[in-house]
């Protein structure tokens, strides 16, 4: 199945802002891939899309599963031979859940959040080096940022989620390694904060849409040549590490 649109893979699409991410990639005219743990639920979330005229596949993708990810980078290959966009979406928080421990919580937040991008990206790599635009997204969050942190007045300054946080410090700390490999090829690996997101993993709590998250995504997944590389930003502007 070749195109000549841009090809985005995001991962953890089928809800929340993965989705919209992907919706407004499709909407930008990017033939999109939903990376989706669970086909079905891929296959419903792409129908609602498309009833919107948006071209979306879903394609199967658990970034802890390296059997999964080894054949959605066979099936890319196969059927369009680059990918142009990563956007590094799957996520998971279990600091709120009290059936787990908090080594459990950091070993299966750890277990998606870090090592499944990192093998999701390794396996993608290979694909973006064919692309002559490519760029990763990585979908951090400003509670992984040491310097708000660090200022009592920050909004968020009493959020207590310690295994998240580390996590996401982990990514930013990957998004700046991977940044420095990739720029040489020309791929370009920036991390953004969604910000505070009515989505499941919130309870929908959040104070802001999926599709308000998705915007600072979308904007950094098309960034042209003269963007930048190795940032973490909001809607706002440059977030601190
Ligand atoms: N919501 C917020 O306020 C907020 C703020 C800052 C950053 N973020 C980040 O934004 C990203 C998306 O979060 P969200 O709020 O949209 O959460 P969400 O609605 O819970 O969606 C998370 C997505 O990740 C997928 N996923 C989980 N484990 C996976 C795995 N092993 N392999 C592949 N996919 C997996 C889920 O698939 P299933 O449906 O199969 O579980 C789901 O599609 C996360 O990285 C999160 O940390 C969120």
Redesign the pocket.
Known sequence: MGTNKTIALV??????????IAAGLARRDVHVLL????LD?GEEAAAALRADDLQVWPVQ?????DA?VTALAALIARDYGHLDVLV??????LDYDPTLSVVERLERTL???VV?TVRLTEAMIPLLEKSDRARIVV?????GSFGLRADPSWAYADTKMPT?QAS?AALNSLTVSYAGDLAAKGIKVNAV??????????GFA?T?T?EQ?AVIAIAFALIDGEGPTGSFVDDSGELPW
């Open positions: 991962s953890g699409a089928n809800r929340g802002i993965g989705l919209a990376g989706c743990r669970d639920r993708l658990d970034t802890t599963d999964s590094d979406n799957a996520g998971i928080g277990a998606v959040n499944g979908v951090s969050s400003s509670l998240y996401k904060c969604p910000g505070y997101t009515a989505t499941a993993a919130t959040g802001r999926p998250a």
